[in-house]
């Protein structure tokens, strides 16, 4: 209740004393994470980095691992014991090994393994009981690597590596008997701890083991003895400089506190930041960045101190656009390695900027007859011999700054401070006093000795407005119109002042002027809307050269609307279109173009060129630095800190300090081009994220393998990659060698996909492409190797060969094994028909020499031998006509062999006039009898149907079919007139049972009076 009533007392004060309001705030421009970005809250608690470059952040619904382009969460899962054992993470905390201590707000502690993505839970042993009721609860470590837990109003414990756990027997100091711990720090490069409780300080010494303390300082520190009337100062902090600062809450709101540990003497500062906030806040922790600047935030509180002033400057809190800060509560701040600066809230996600990057100044002016801010386009600039500078606007009028942009009163005698004239241009004279202005109507000369400005309005003006002015190197005043065209003073005219000589250059068409620039060289360069670029040559007092889109040669152009051009070196020219930025070299008359459409956005309406020979070109939507050696483009715009990036023509200047003024539709902009240095060394691009058929794997456990092996269905995979740096401009360029023919360039998403990886060896390759177009040489590999299936596996293919070779050998072996058999056979079937014929020849030769024996004595004997003679040729030529038809190859088949018995029947049927039919089963042509069977077979089925029709067998019906593996031959025949005798004795002929036990062939015999039946069964197999 007491420091209730403390804070409106002080509340009251502030407004009673307005003297107190006159802090001014500091604009940021900040990027803001929120959960579009992937954030997974806006509650978010705290920030750190890890050695690898990655920001980890912690909010009240988990984990996230951000590396510039996507978040990655880390959440609790039942069901992993190695997840997190909350989600609300309310302190992290990096330790030199790259572990991640964390706190969470159920009061779990432990540290969370970076690369195996693990958490490890660490026991907590207190001599409190109670642990629970700590106001602060904060993770801290000393040079040496120590880390300590603070229970805040409570105790402080050691963590211990080998018993894995935080306990007050681990502690190597002693704390200030008979209070509690508030805070507790070590003071860098000493032995020195610092306990902060109830009774102040006590400071123990780690080397002499030595506790001193408010009514007990043994080392007669002064530290101890000047804060002993402190109560319960909380959030240490040394600094770099060698001061301490400190908080606590002595009156109704916190205040700050510091002094210099090295004065003998230490004078104890404070500040207050009631009459910053105007309202209720509370203090966190300082934060001081790697520069030396000091932070600090809290609940309404962001403020940055001001080592010139010695004061406290707020950040200034509220929407403004989508690059301001709006916060309730700061909950943490945190430097990376590029200087960003972190900024974490608990209503508004999260917040980056970098205030050593905060190039432009943004300069608003004030209407003057109403106090309101300005509206007024910022058209021209001037500067003046005094360091100061001239701001002309559009209706505004003209408005005067120091060289550190604060407002001046104009103090030009004719130039009233209140509705001062509409200035469109201004020029200095070569006689370093004279300001020459273009205004609406009429021209101004000002006078900076004497400080006054002398107007002039003639009538061949018409009343005109002058947009642009300009002197050439002899004097000669050059006056551009608005769609007025040209007109010149000449400087004798003018050095007389005789204003009725000023007079229309017939030359140049009645067109607007837009831009009009004098060349080292003495030309004049006169830019116009819709006529095209004029090139004026004073003294001959005409046009030497024109540019259009109508043009031939170096003088052509893109587009006929000229809206700017400058000298960039002793040979070219830059001119700049609508949307194109032309080189034109004087000495060729050679036009180059740089870049191409789409490289700015906007139209061009003025550029510059600064000391380092960059050209800025300042468009209707933004600024753009062009690297004239690379022809690279960076952009900047209202994202980069610009509050107005709809910038005007011809309101642009260098001052003498190479400082760039652009002028916009309601400010202006001054920044260092110098200073802006876009392009560091370039990063080595990281791979982040990768997953194989949609399952992402542990990216760091990858990156330490050789090569990262996987099955050949899995080869489906999407890499995500970062720079891992946060502020500047770098695109990836990436390659999967064997995929992509060349390099890409990497979308926003930071992303390669692969949905069909073939098997083999693959290396993805990235390298960095910065802002000027520069291509890092360093390059990151990633080796992937996709395992083909054991059928596209080189000892499958081995194998299979080895197989092929085999049956290719088998096949080999058996067509020759089946030659060598099919040779034997036509042996044996040559064999038999020379034997045949032998013994035919033979008998031949006996019968027709018993024949000649017998043809005297015995004619009838003789002709009967004879008749022998016939019957056995006429058999020889049969049995060799089938041989030879067996062993033709053109009849290797039993297709052939039935179409032979059939023609063999219609020789029967003809010659002994009986009826004879055949049936033969289509199956039983395509049985595969070897040439030996087949001639065999047949022979028994022609020696056997011609038997049968000799003996007297009539209405002969043959059936030839497949059972199974056998081919039967069945006969059927009327018997009743055949010679049953003979039929038997037939049957069971030597030379038959021969020829069947050759074909390993059987007989069924089904004889009756009037019908019988022969049935031959062949194998086939």
């Known amino acids: 209740m007491k420091k209730i009533h403390l804070f409106w007392l002080l509340l009251i004060l502030y407004w009673l004393c307005p003297g107190l309001s006159a802090q001014p705030v500091k604009k940021f421009y900040f990027t803001h994470y929120t959960a579009e970005a992937g954030l997974l809250s806006t509650e978010v608690n705290t920030v750190t980095q890890d050695m690898n470059g990655y920001i980890w952040v912690g909010t009240v619904d988990g984990l996230q691992r951000f590396d510039g382009t996507r978040f990655q969460t880390f959440q609790?899962?039942?069901?992993?014991?190695?997840?997190?054992?909350?989600?609300?993470?309310?302190?992290?905390?990096?330790?030199?090994?790259?572990?991640?201590?964390?706190?969470?707000?159920?009061?779990?502690?432990?540290?969370?393994?970076?690369?195996?993505?693990?958490?490890?839970?660490?026991?907590?042993?207190?001599?409190?009981?109670?642990?629970?009721?700590?106001?602060?609860?904060?993770?801290?470590?000393?040079?040496?690597?120590?880390?300590?837990?603070?229970?805040?109003?409570?105790?402080?414990?050691?963590?211990?590596?080998?018993?894995?756990e935080f306990s007050?027997?681990?502690?190597?100091?002693?704390?200030?008997?008979?209070?509690?711990?508030?805070?507790?720090?070590?003071?860098?490069?000493?032995?020195?701890?610092?306990?902060?409780?109830?009774?102040?300080?006590?400071?123990?010494?780690?080397?002499?083991?030595?506790?001193?303390?408010?009514?007990?300082?043994?080392?007669?520190?002064?530290?101890?003895?000047?804060?002993?009337?402190?109560?319960?100062?909380y959030h240490l902090h040394f600094d770099k400089k060698g001061r301490v600062w400190f908080q606590s809450w002595i009156t109704g709101l916190p205040k700050a506190y510091r002094f210099r540990l090295n004065d003998p003497k230490p004078v104890l500062e404070d500040f207050e930041f009631i009459s910053l906030v105007k309202?209720?806040?509370?203090?966190?922790?300082?934060?001081?960045?790697?520069?030396?600047?000091?932070?600090?935030?809290?609940?309404?509180?962001?403020?940055?101190?001001?080592?010139?002033?010695?004061?406290?400057?707020?950040?200034?809190?509220?929407?403004?656009?989508?690059?301001?800060?709006?916060?309730?509560?700061?909950?943490?701040?945190?430097?990376?390695?590029?200087?960003?600066?972190?900024?974490?809230?608990?209503?508004?996600?999260?917040?980056?900027?970098?205030?050593?990057?905060?190039?432009?100044?943004?300069?608003?002016?004030?209407?003057?007859?109403?106090?309101?801010?300005?509206?007024?386009?910022?058209?021209?600039?001037i500067s003046l011999k005094n360091g100061g500078i001239l701001a002309g606007t559009w209706s505004d009028g003209l408005y005067q700054y120091d060289r550190n942009l604060n407002l001046l009163p104009l103090r030009f005698k004719g130039i009233p401070e209140i509705k001062s004239p509409t200035v469109w241009t201004m020029y200095a004279s070569a006689d370093s006093n004279t300001i020459w202005m273009g205004a609406q109507p009429g021209i101004i000369e000002l006078n900076q000795a004497t400080a006054t400005a002398k107007s002039y309005n003639p009538s061949q003006l018409e009343n005109r407005t002058v947009r642009q002015v300009v002197e050439d190197r002899d004097g000669n005043l050059w006056l551009g119109m608005q769609n007025f065209g040209l007109f010149k003073w000449a400087a004798a005219d003018k050095k007389a002042g005789d204003i009725k000589k000023i007079s229309r250059f017939e030359g140049f068409p009645l067109s607007m002027v837009i831009k009009i620039t004098v060349d080292s060289k003495g030309l004049v360069w006169v830019a116009s809307d819709w006529k095209g670029l004029y090139v004026i040559d004073p003294r001959l007092n005409k046009v030497i050269y024109q540019f259009s889109d109508s043009a031939s040669g170096g003088f052509r152009l893109p587009e006929i609307n000229t809206y700017s051009v400058l000298e960039y070196n002793d040979s070219l020219m830059a001119i700049a279109t609508t949307r194109s930025l032309l080189l034109f070299n004087r000495y060729t008359h050679h036009t180059t173009q740089i870049g191409r459409a789409g490289f700015m956005r906007g139209n061009?309406?003025?550029?510059?060129?600064?000391?380092?020979?960059?050209?800025?070109?300042?468009?209707?939507?933004?600024?753009?630095?062009?690297?004239?050696?690379?022809?690279?483009?960076?952009?900047?715009?209202?994202?980069?800190?610009?509050?107005?990036?709809?910038?005007?023509?011809?309101?642009?200047?260098?001052?003498?300090?190479?400082?760039?003024?652009?002028?916009?539709?309601?400010?202006?902009?001054?920044?260092?081009?110098?200073?802006?240095?876009?392009?560091?060394?370039?990063?080595?691009?990281?791979?982040?994220?990768?997953?194989?058929?949609?399952?992402?794997?542990?990216?760091?456990?990858?990156?330490?393998?050789?090569?990262v092996e996987l099955r050949y269905g899995s080869n489906s995979i999407e890499i995500g990659f970062s720079p891992l740096v946060f502020?500047?401009?770098?695109?990836?360029?990436?390659?999967?060698?064997?995929?992509?023919?060349?390099?890409?360039?990497?979308?926003?998403?930071?992303?390669?996909?692969?949905?069909?990886?073939?098997?083999?060896?693959?290396?993805?390759?990235?390298?960095?492409?910065?802002?000027?177009?520069?291509?890092?040489?360093?390059?990151?590999?990633?080796?992937?190797?996709i395992i083909p299936p054991f059928w596209k596996?080189?000892?499958?293919?081995?194998?299979?060969?080895?197989?092929?070779?085999?049956?290719?050998?088998?096949?080999?072996?058996?067509?020759?094994?089946?030659?060598?058999?099919?040779?034997?056979?036509?042996?044996?079937?040559?064999?038999?028909?020379?034997?045949?014929?032998?013994?035919?020849?033979?008998?031949?030769?006996?019968?027709?020499?018993?024949?000649?024996?017998?043809?005297?004595?015995?004619?009838?004997?003789?002709?009967?031998?004879?008749?022998?003679?016939?019957?056995?040729?006429?058999?020889?030529?049969?049995?060799?006509?089938?041989?030879?038809?067996?062993?033709?190859?053109?009849?290797?088949?039993?297709?052939?062999?039935?179409?032979?018995?059939?023609?063999?029947?219609?020789?029967?049927?003809?010659?002994?006039?009986?009826?004879?039919?055949?049936?033969?089963?289509?199956?039983?042509?395509?049985?595969?009898?070897?040439?030996?069977?087949?001639?065999?077979?047949?022979?028994?089925?022609?020696?056997?149907?011609?038997?049968?029709?000799?003996?007297?067998?009539e209405n002969l019906h043959v059936y030839i079919k497949s059972d199974r593996s056998d081919l039967l031959f069945i006969t059927l025949f009327d018997s009743e007139h055949c010679d049953m005798q003979q039929l038997n004795n037939l049957l069971h002929r030597q030379d038959l049972e021969r020829r069947l036990n050759m074909i390993q062939a059987s007989i069924e015999v089904d004889l009756h009076k009037s019908h019988s039946a022969i049935t031959m069964r062949v194998p086939v197999s």
């Open 279 to 381: 309202s209720y806040y509370e203090t966190y922790r300082f934060f001081e960045q790697k520069d030396g600047s000091i932070w600090i935030g809290g609940l309404n509180l962001f403020a940055r101190f001001v080592e010139e002033e010695n004061r406290f400057q707020l950040v200034y809190n509220g929407y403004l656009n989508e690059r301001s800060i709006s916060y309730e509560r700061l909950s943490a701040i945190f430097e990376d390695r590029e200087k960003n600066l972190w900024v974490g809230t608990d209503n508004n996600g999260l917040y980056r900027f970098n205030p050593s990057e905060q190039y432009f100044t943004n300069v608003a002016h004030t209407d003057r007859e109403n106090n309101r801010p300005g509206r007024g386009t910022v058209m021209s600039f």
């Open 76 to 164: 609790h899962n039942p069901a992993d014991p190695y997840s997190l054992p909350n989600n609300n993470v309310v302190f992290l905390l990096m330790d030199d090994q790259n572990r991640l201590w964390m706190l969470t707000a159920k009061g779990n502690i432990g540290y969370f393994n970076t690369q195996t993505l693990r958490y490890t839970a660490v026991r907590v042993i207190t001599k409190t009981k109670n642990i629970e009721g700590a106001a602060i609860k904060r993770l801290i470590k000393d040079e040496s690597g120590h880390i300590f837990l603070l229970l805040g109003g409570l105790e402080v414990v050691t963590w211990d590596e080998k018993s894995n």
């Open 604 to 707: 061009v309406v003025s550029m510059e060129k600064d000391n380092r020979g960059y050209i800025w070109i300042a468009t209707t939507s933004g600024l753009n630095r062009v690297n004239v050696k690379t022809r690279a483009f960076v952009g900047f715009n209202r994202n980069d800190g610009i509050d107005n990036d709809h910038f005007s023509f011809a309101a642009s200047t260098r001052l003498p300090d190479g400082r760039l003024l652009f002028g916009s539709s309601t400010e202006f902009i001054s920044f260092w081009p110098d200073s802006m240095n876009i392009n560091q060394t370039p990063p080595l691009p990281r791979i982040t994220e990768f997953r194989v058929q949609n399952r992402s794997l542990l990216v760091d456990s990858l990156l330490q393998l050789d090569r």
């Open 793 to 953: 596996s080189w000892w499958f293919f081995c194998g299979l060969a080895v197989i092929i070779g085999l049956l290719f050998f088998w096949f080999d072996r058996e067509r020759i094994r089946r030659k060598e058999a099919i040779l034997k056979m036509r042996n044996n079937i040559a064999d038999n028909l020379h034997h045949e014929v032998n013994a035919a020849l033979n008998n031949i030769n006996i019968l027709s020499e018993m024949a000649r024996l017998k043809a005297e004595k015995d004619p009838e004997k003789s002709k009967e031998y004879i008749e022998q003679i016939h019957n056995k040729s006429h058999n020889m030529i049969i049995a060799m006509d089938d041989m030879l038809w067996s062993l033709d190859p053109g009849n290797d088949s039993m297709e052939k062999t039935t179409d032979r018995m059939r023609e063999y029947i219609d020789a029967l049927k003809n010659r002994y006039g009986v009826n004879i039919d055949i049936a033969v089963d289509h199956k039983v042509e395509t049985l595969p009898l070897n040439m030996k069977m087949r001639h065999d077979a047949f022979l028994v089925f022609k020696e056997g149907l011609k038997n049968l029709v000799t003996l007297g067998a």
């Open 727 to 785: 502020s500047s401009a770098f695109n990836i360029l990436y390659k999967m060698e064997g995929i992509d023919p060349e390099w890409r360039i990497a979308d926003k998403s930071n992303k390669a996909i692969y949905s069909y990886l073939p098997s083999g060896k693959y290396h993805f390759q990235m390298k960095t492409l910065d802002g000027e177009g520069h291509i890092s040489e360093v390059v990151s590999t990633l080796t992937i190797r």
């Open 168 to 233: 007050w027997k681990n502690n190597f100091f002693e704390t200030t008997p008979g209070t509690g711990v508030s805070d507790f720090a070590h003071q860098p490069g000493t032995p020195y701890y610092w306990i902060a409780g109830g009774k102040g300080v006590g400071i123990y010494n780690s080397q002499t083991k030595i506790l001193s303390y408010p009514g007990n300082n043994r080392e007669k520190i002064p530290a101890v003895d000047l804060m002993s009337t402190i109560s319960v100062p």
